[in-house]
């Protein structure tokens, strides 16, 4: 039965959804149509664009900090704008056109229309708050109050780099005059999409706040970001309950950017969906 896997945000920890989609692919299951928000928006996009759970692992293995550009004369200038005006002109601490740069190198700067399966990517208008998703030329897709659609003719690197951009983290992608930030602020895990694509089964992957403490929260990105899945918890409860299937890799002494643990967070994935391997085939008329 063919099926739609949804993928959350959650920085780095991002990564344990590639161990999902091998450990599908390893029992020959294979997402018809996929959605994502945030780092899962990335998986996604790789996964859409054609590449397999082993590739899309490696071209993770090759991000590193110096990914992430940091503005550091505009935060500089910033400062002393406000110490002198009393005005503060920066929107993100992070460019992100390196990262985008890299996205458009491995997806050859295709457009979305050239998706291999439907996809959905989401992000935020900052301005108005609408949900934007960007979809492939191969949804079917209803309009709704508060949603933006964006078909085809966007790059996967656009849709992407809109949808990682953490509020103060990243600076907002412009698009079409559009503020965008992270889609994770409102549509972290977009069960509710991929069932307007067609999906009849849905398996959702959610790396977001669990409920339990986290240790290790002492600086202002852990802070801020930590402050963020804890208000996503509360917005994400319905989609979990709408999914017919949740998978939550337990992930610990994980921080958003520890880069060097992506073989570790992986296989969390990879295990999280094995021993659910039982669930997803009686899901999906398997046995």
Known sequence: MSFGLVLSGGGVRGSAHIGVLKA??????????????????????????????????LCGKRIT???????YSTVVCSLLSYLFHNTLGITGLIKGDVLENYLYHVTKGAKLNAAKIPVAITAVDINNTHIVVFTSSLTRLQQR??????????????????????????????????????GGIRANLPVEII????????????????????PGVDDILEISLQAIDLMVYQITRP?????????????NNVRYNDLQKIDHICNC?????KKAMPHIKELLGRY
């Open 24 to 57: 599908l692919h390893e029992e020959k299951l294979y997402p018809t149509m996929v959605s994502g928000t945030s780092a899962g928006s990335i998986v996604a996009g790789l996964y859409a664009y054609g590449y397999t759970p082993d590739e899309i692992f």
């Open 269 to 273: 994935g990879y295990l999280a969906t």
């Open 195 to 214: 069932r307007e694509m067609g999906a009849r089964k849905v398996i959702a992957v959610n790396l977001g706040y669990s409920g339990y403490p986290v």
């Open 65 to 71: 900090k110096d990914f992430f550009d940091v503005d």
């Open 145 to 182: 109050d508060n949603y933006i659609y964006k078909r085809g003719k966007y790059t996967f690197a656009e849709a992407i780099r809109a949808s990682i951009a953490i509020p103060g983290i990243f600076k907002p992608k412009i698009v079409d005059k559009m503020r965008l930030v992270d």
């Open 239 to 251: 989609s979990i309950e709408s999914a017919d299937l949740i998978i939550s890799p337990q992930i």
